[in-house]
Each structure stands twice: as structure tokens, then as C-alpha cells.
């Protein structure tokens, strides 16, 4: 019989094995916890810069090329390195402009590519008495 508290000779070692096991694991998580992060990070940026590429592009006289233009600006403002193989699209029509960007969040997990679009779309400004 062993003494309660003692461990007996087969038990040595065994925490070493389970912090051994447990460690990768939980910097895994770690990983996956910051990677969706940056994903949410830069979905809102895009978000906020297709936003202010819409009220661009719905601006009365506006191209759909001004609003590309002002949404690149503001995402080489902001996004930094957070939003990767981004590309922005913007199709106006008579009665609507909408605005489309496309990337990847930065990987910070190997192998782990995040897709975001983000498309936000709004009427076109008319003059009052024009059609």
C-alpha cells in the first residue's frame, strides 16, 4: 500500500507527457483565436471602405470607376497588410450603384486562408425635377 499523496513509480513522468500533449493544442487555439480576429478585422475594413466607395459611386454625375478609385484610397489607408489579393468592383445601373470588395484575411494559422467579400449597395442620388 502507498501513502495517500505519493505517487508510485509507473506515475513519474506522466505530467511532463500530458503538458507535452496539451501545449501544441492550446497554442493551436491561441492561433485560431487571433486568425479570426484578424478575418473580423479585416471584414470590417472592407465593410467601411465599400461604404465610402458606394457613396462615392452614387453621387450624382459619379462614375462607378470613381467609387474603385475612393475605395482603393481608403483601403491603402487602412488595411495595411490585414486584407491580401484584394480586388474592388463597382457597377452602377439607372437607379443603384453598388460597390464589391473581394480578399483574404492575412493568415497567421499556415494553410488557413480566411475569404472575405463584402458588397454594399444604395440608390443613386437624382436632382429633384430630373429624371
Not at 465593410?47 to 465610402?52: E, L, R, S, V
Not at 457597377?91 to 460597390?99: G, H, L, P
Not at 473581394?102 to 493568415?107: I, K, L, S, V, Y
Amino acid at each position: 500500500m502507498t501513502r495517500p499523496g505519493k505517487r508510485s513509480s509507473s506515475d513519474r513522468g506522466a505530467a511532463t507527457v500530458e503538458v507535452t500533449l496539451a501545449m501544441p493544442l492550446l497554442g493551436l487555439l491561441l492561433l485560431l483565436i487571433v486568425q479570426f480576429a484578424f478575418w473580423a478585422h479585416a471584414t470590417h475594413v472592407a465593410q467601411a471602405a465599400a461604404n465610402q466607395g458606394v457613396q462615392t459611386a452614387r453621387a450624382y454625375g459619379s462614375t462607378a470607376s470613381a467609387g474603385v478609385d475612393d475605395t482603393n484610397a481608403i483601403l491603402d489607408q487602412t488595411a495595411g497588410s490585414i486584407l491580401v489579393n484584394r480586388s474592388v468592383t463597382a457597377n452602377n445601373t439607372a437607379t443603384t450603384s453598388t460597390v464589391t470588395v473581394t480578399g483574404n484575411a492575412a493568415a497567421v494559422v499556415p494553410g488557413l486562408s480566411l475569404p472575405i467579400t463584402v458588397s454594399v449597395t444604395a440608390p443613386r442620388e437624382k436632382v429633384p425635377g430630373m429624371p
